[in-house]
């Protein structure tokens, strides 16, 4: 059985993923030049990456267990 819930650190981390790559959505639309680069760099890809750290470890530390 799988859990379902998020934990409070959890449900934190997802909003401010979302708060980030939403403010740095806003900076690069309000560039008349948007550059899909940028936001997928300063955006995405920060975010991509340390979710991806935190999936790795939860996933070895579960494997302990």
């Not at 403010?23 to 991806?52: H, Q, T």
């Amino acid at each position: 059985m799988s859990k379902t819930s998020f934990t409070g650190k959890q449900r934190l981390a997802i909003f401010f993923s979302l708060i980030w790559m939403s403010l740095i959505g806003f900076v690069a639309g309000s560039d008349p030049e948007f550059k899909w680069v940028f936001f997928l760099l300063i955006g995405v890809f920060p975010v991509a990456l340390i979710w991806g750290v935190v999936w790795v470890v939860v996933g070895f530390r579960q494997k302990k267990e």
